[in-house]
């Protein structure tokens, strides 16, 4: 079975502040794929990022950063000089190949930028 | 493109009436749909997922049903609501594991 937890419930920075959002994740199969998503108030998730298992590369977009670390089963997800229209739920998912497309998500972690 | 779209965008509805969400994808076949809620400040719960037309299956068992009429329509149904049926329901699609999902924008459901 796989497993998600994003230990951090609720963060809150002030602007330009950096944050980061951890992300651990279970599993048995040796292929996988990590996601992170962005759901802000209206209420859709938004897909930010995808990293497979073979693929430990760090990768970074404008002010978002991802790393990627088998050794410790972590996803881990920086927002550099966060803004407030970062303010959102962020959720991390795994999904595997054995496991009909489904992903596994987090509970999500609910940052708030404030001004 | 590919688009997912999920209507109503919002709902109020008493406890006992029947419910009916409709979710369709253009412009990609014989997608995975799925079914999820998410409960006032919690994570997502997948209710149903289906590979293929008419196949369904259930992760939760729960107060509602799932069907797939045609390839890229996925419907969420129950007879009679219950209170703790509220909540904000997701649609998403998935052509391959390793792509993620793409999400509808959500039916907010409440239960009065």
């Known amino acids: 079975a796989q497993k998600v937890t994003q230990a951090q419930t609720e963060i809150s920075v002030v602007e330009k502040e950096d944050v980061t959002l951890d992300c651990v994740y279970e599993?048995?199969?040796?292929?996988?794929?990590l996601f992170w998503y962005k759901q802000p108030p209206s209420g859709e998730l938004v897909f930010l990022i995808r990293?497979?298992?073979?693929?430990?590369q760090n990768e970074i977009s404008g002010r978002y950063s991802w790393n990627f670390q088998k050794s410790t089963s972590s996803f881990n997800f920086t927002i550099t000089a966060s803004q407030v229209v970062d303010s959102a739920v962020y959720f991390c998912a795994l999904s595997v190949d054995t496991n009909a497309g489904k992903s596994t998500f987090g509970d999500g972690t609910t940052l708030t930028v404030k001004p | 493109s590919q688009t997912i779209h999920q209507w109503p965008a919002t709902l109020v509805q008493p406890v006992g009436s029947p419910l009916s969400l409709e979710c369709t994808v253009e412009?990609?076949?014989?997608?995975?749909l799925y079914w999820y809620r998410q409960a006032a400040g919690r994570g997502l719960q997948l209710l149903f997922y289906s590979v293929g037309i008419g196949q369904i299956s259930s992760e939760v068992p729960q107060n509602l049903s799932a069907s797939r009429p045609q390839d890229r329509q996925f419907i969420l149904s129950s007879k009679k609501l219950l209170l703790s049926d509220s909540g904000f329901y997701l649609c998403?699609?998935?052509?391959?594991?390793?792509?993620?999902?793409?999400f509808g924008s959500g039916t907010r459901l409440t239960v009065v």
């Open positions: 412009g990609t076949s014989n997608p995975n």
């Open positions: 998403a699609w998935s052509v391959r594991v390793s792509y993620g999902y793409t």
């Open positions: 990293r497979n298992s073979f693929d430990e």
């Open positions: 599993t048995r199969d040796t292929t996988y794929y």
